[in-house]
Nanobody, 125 residues
Framework: EAQLVESGGGSVQAGGSLRLSCTVT??????????MGWLRQAPGKERERVAG???????KYADSVKGRFTISKDNAKNTLYLQMDSLKPEDTAMYYC?????????????????WGPGTQVTVSS
C-alpha cells in the first residue's frame, strides 16, 4: 500500500533536539487518508508507541514524550515529522515510521501494516 523512508536520526547530547522526517509513497488513496505513527525500539525492549496522527488531525503521545515531542504532517509533501526536544538518554532507540489506511485507536504497533526501515537516535548524557 505504501512505502516509507525515515531520515533525520543521529547522535545528540541530552537536552538537544532532532527532527525526524518520513517520506511516504502511497499506492492506494492518498497520504491524507492514512493514520501515521512514530514508534521506537530500544535494544532488548518491545517496540513502543511514541506518537500518532489520524486523518482528521487527532493526535496521541506516549506519556514519556508529552511536552517534549511534536508530531506533524504535510499532506502536500507526503511527509510525516517528529520534532524531538529536550532529549534524554532514555530516548535512545531505533525510530520507525508506520502507516495504515483509515483511523487508529491506540497507535500501537499491531495497528500498522506499513513500516519504514527505521532511523537511529542516540542521546548521550
Amino acid at each position: 500500500e505504501a512505502q516509507l523512508v525515515e531520515s533525520g536520526g543521529g547522535s545528540v547530547q541530552a537536552g538537544g533536539s532532532l527532527r525526524l522526517s518520513c517520506t511516504v509513497t502511497v499506492y492506494r488513496l492518498t497520504f491524507a487518508d492514512y493514520c501515521m505513527g512514530w514508534l521506537r525500539q530500544a535494544p532488548g525492549k518491545e517496540r513502543e508507541r511514541v506518537a500518532g496522527i489520524n486523518p482528521d488531525g487527532s493526535i496521541k503521545y506516549a506519556d514519556s514524550v508529552k511536552g517534549r515531542f511534536t508530531i506533524s504532517k504535510d499532506n502536500a509533501k507526503n511527509t510525516l515529522y517528529l520534532q524531538m526536544d529536550s532529549l534524554k538518554p532514555e530516548d535512545t532507540a531505533m525510530y520507525y515510521c508506520a502507516a495504515i489506511r483509515g483511523y487508529c485507536y491506540s497507535f500501537e504497533q499491531y495497528e500498522f501494516n506499513n513500516w519504514g526501515p527505521g532511523t537511529q537516535v542516540t542521546v548521550s548524557s
